[in-house]
């Protein structure tokens, strides 16, 4: 069974920086971020491919956002920068065992406990 770990977040001003870990436990995996804000519907954010070459965005996160990872870790990263308080949300790590990219969370099969950003205006 994969189990997903996320740390980072928190509370930040406007036009910060925050960033997220995601490790993975027993195989390397299509990993991607999801966000959800109160009374929305979660919401996609990036994606990346078990190698690494190739990334996907949602468009909230494109120009400030940017997916990676480390295999040799087992871990997916998201950095984030010029934060707004509309990125105020529950950010989530997920995986699938499939190698294509998906914005759709019914296609991630593995999701990591969510954590809290916060953004001050």
């Known amino acids: 069974q994969v189990q997903l770990v996320q740390s980072g977040g928190g509370l930040v001003q406007a036009g910060g920086s925050l960033s997220f870990a995601c490790v993975a436990s027993?195989?390397?995996?299509?990993m991607a971020w999801f966000r959800q804000a109160p009374g929305k519907e979660r919401e996609f954010v990036a994606a990346?491919?078990?190698?690494?070459?190739?990334?996907f965005y949602g468009d909230s996160a494109k120009d400030r956002f940017t997916i990676s990872r480390d295999n040799a870790k087992n871990t997916a990263y998201l950095q984030m920068n010029s934060l707004k308080p509309e990125d105020t949300a529950v950010y989530y790590c997920?995986?699938?065992?499939?190698?294509?990219?998906?914005?759709?969370?019914?296609?991630?099969?593995?999701w990591g406990q969510g954590t809290q950003v916060t953004v001050s205006s």
């Open positions: 997920a995986a699938r065992l499939g190698l294509a990219l998906f914005q759709s969370p019914s296609e991630y099969d593995y």
């Open positions: 990346i491919s078990r190698s690494g070459s190739s990334t």
């Open positions: 027993g195989r390397t995996l299509t």
